[in-house]
């Protein structure tokens, strides 16, 4: 039996024999399953498999009981390891090895290619390389907000430390002391391409120490010398990182070594012999038969519940005067310190975490910071570290937004946030600076395609308020909703949105509602259906409109990948919609729309006005004049559009 934890000064006799039959188990697992799945990455299991079965072994985790609170969380960065994971898991007592031999890479089975949170003890799913430090940073965080004692392990591979975000990790774990973190590295010197030395040199020891880690040198296959590697690591009062020399295809005599068994299983016949050196049967006819009589579980569900807490306060909604002059970035602010106020004296709700590069006056997270600064995390020009440590720290029971810049919050951290989706997690990422509104700062700061990006990004809602007001109640709104959000905003002061008797539109009665669209101003003759900073510009349109005999309706659209159908149903009666958009003109809320009115066989003709090339610096209106996105441009395509 198995000691959980690191108090022992070394590991018994009778412990480390029963870690060395668990290691040669989980060897023939790794080839069983790769083999009969006739894919996989046997060879880097195989090195890596020690040193995740001894983990497993010594963390505080419970196979009876995956969810414990205040349980150690084991991250795998390297996710092609799975086999080494799945196997490891199993031998730990999670669940039968034989589910994952026979349903390894099967269509339907919960045991991917790649670990999956389905999996028990699976705390995040990992595939692209170099993430799972800046996910252990978030962890990490997790354990510190609750106020819990559990310690952060993150298992990696040598050739992923070349990535520029694990560097960004590093700096950041330093930064914020984070002592429960330690990282093992499975160093066999070998990737796909042939030796890390080769492919891309890197001085990974040195890279660690000269951003204030301890680095600890240990034998990846001897469990007593890596056993007091970890109990030096999690003793030692800092960020750790124990780099343990292993050997690819470790165990079986033609595979140790051979770069070419990274990404390939054996035959069928290599099977047979590496099975007989390890001394284990090969049964591998039962597999076959289960695996062909394999049916699929059903829905996709994780292991063990996301960790969201609703009971966050909504705090005092804001209402902005008619006459007031702000922008919709100030008002996210303002009610995010406010929510932050509220729910720091509600008993029972979720601590807040707030993530900022180097922008937080700009975005308005500087007051956050100043009130909460425990809560507060300044990465610096660190987006994708940031975002990753933002994403796996919303899975925990945090409430976490991440604020910055539309080309740096959605543009450069794109695949971040993809996988923050893929791991259900509940990020709120807040960006300002988005369009041609964005003005002088020029092309390169012009984001353009935000929800043509969250489009492709299954889970991810889309928030672009019109005005303070709606920007004040939407920021309230998800603050403690589960899911990960985008909401979007100018940099420009926005006029208060008003009815046509001068009073806001969003007043104290409004409440938010995702998906709810809003109709500004009624009118049948066309409808122009709009988004953000366009949105004042296409009231003054419609008035224009009015003077010259046409009613046009305003239908404001802030969630444009969540259409009204009742919205849309009254729209398509007026048998033309223009969108108008400061986004991509290809991708964007006229994409939305059309592809809504097409699906949904709506009787409607569409005419899509938005941004169709990359615009230069200058003044927002003259931006806006040079991309025909002015109130008279609009209003000149509309009389055109109904001439004809």
């Not at 790794?30 to 299991?45: D, E, F, N, V, Y």
């Not at 499975?186 to 030796?195: A, C, K, M």
Request: with cysteine; aromatic share 8%; net charge neutral.
């Amino acid at each position: 039996m198995i000691e959980r934890g690191f108090a022992a000064e070394k590991l018994s006799r009778a412990e480390v024999d029963e870690l060395r039959e668990r290691s040669r188990l989980c060897r023939g697992d790794i080839l069983k399953m790769t083999t009969l799945a006739s894919s996989g990455h046997p060879g880097g299991s195989m090195s890596t498999v020690d040193i995740a079965v001894l983990v497993y072994a010594k963390a505080n985790i419970d196979p009876r009981n995956p969810c414990m609170p205040g349980r150690d969380y084991v991250l795998v960065s390297h996710g092609h390891v799975s086999p080494a994971v799945y196997s490891s898991l199993a031998r730990t007592g999670f669940f039968d090895p034989a589910a994952a031999i026979a349903g390894y890479r099967l269509a339907g089975s919960l045991f991917e290619g790649h670990i999956e949170h389905q999996i028990p003890g699976v705390e995040w799913i990992t595939g692209n390389l170099g993430q799972g430090l800046s996910a252990g940073c978030g962890l990490s965080l997790a354990h510190r907000l609750h106020g819990r004692k559990g310690r952060t392990f993150v298992l990696m591979s040598d050739g992923e430390q070349a990535k520029g975000q694990i560097a960004e990790a590093r700096r950041f774990a330093v930064k914020y002391g984070l002592t429960d973190l330690t990282v093992v590295i499975d160093f066999n010197e070998l990737q796909i391409s042939g030796s890390i030395h080769d492919v891309m040199p890197n001085n990974i020891a040195g890279c660690f120490e000269a951003d204030g880690w301890a680095v600890i040198r240990a034998d990846g296959h001897d469990f007593q010398t890596l056993y007091s590697a970890l109990r030096s690591a999690v003793n030692d009062g800092k960020p750790s990182v124990v780099i343990a020399k292993t050997v690819m295809g470790k165990g079986v005599s033609f595979m140790e070594n051979v770069v070419e068994y990274h990404g390939s299983a054996v035959s069928r016949e290599q099977l047979a012999k590496a099975l007989s050196e390890l001394g284990i049967p090969n049964d591998m006819d039962r597999f076959e038969k289960a695996r062909k009589e394999f049916r699929p579980p059903g829905i996709e569900v994780r292991s063990c519940p996301i960790e969201t807490n609703l009971a966050v306060s909504q705090g005092s909604p804001v209402l902005y005067p008619a006459d007031a002059s702000t922008d919709n970035r100030s008002a996210f602010g303002a009610a995010l310190l406010d929510v932050a106020k509220a729910s720091a004296q509600k008993p029972g709700s979720a601590p807040f975490a707030v993530f900022d590069c180097d922008l937080s006056v700009s975005v308005k997270t500087a007051k956050f910071g100043s009130e909460f600064p425990r809560n507060f995390f300044q990465a610096g020009v660190q987006e994708h570290n940031a975002a990753t440590v933002a994403g796996a720290l919303s899975s925990k029971g945090v409430a976490c937004f991440f604020a910055d810049f539309g080309v740096f919050g959605v543009d450069e951290t794109y695949n971040q946030h993809r996988l923050n989706d893929i791991n259900w997690a509940n990020l709120k990422v807040v960006c300002t600076h988005v369009g041609i509104d964005v003005g002088e700062d020029g092309k390169t700061h012009h984001c353009l395609d935000y929800v043509g990006a969250m489009r492709n990004i299954f889970g991810f809602n889309v928030v672009v308020p019109a005005d303070p007001n709606q920007t004040d109640r939407a920021i309230r709104a998800i603050a403690g909703k589960p899911g990960c959000w985008l909401v979007a905003m100018g940099r420009s002061k926005t006029p208060v949105v008003k009815k046509a008797d001068g009073t806001p539109f969003f007043d104290k009665e409004y409440a938010f509602e995702y998906g709810k669209a809003d109709w500004l101003r009624e009118g049948f003759d066309c409808v122009i259906a709009t988004m953000g900073s366009l949105v004042p510009r296409a009231i003054a349109a419609a008035d224009k409109l009015k003077e010259k005999g046409v009613k046009a309706g305003v239908l404001n659209v802030p969630c444009p990948k969540q259409l009204d159908p009742d919205a849309m149903r009254k729209a398509a009666e007026a048998g033309v919609i223009f969108s108008y958009e400061d986004h991509n003109v290809h991708t964007g809320l006229g994409s939305c729309i059309a592809d809504y009115i097409l699906e949904n066989s709506l009787p409607a003709s569409l005419v899509k006005l938005g941004v169709r090339h990359y615009a230069p610096s200058g003044r927002t209106e003259d931006l806006y004049r040079e991309m025909g996105l002015s109130t008279e441009h609009l209003v000149e395509k509309v009389l055109e559009t109904l001439r004809t």
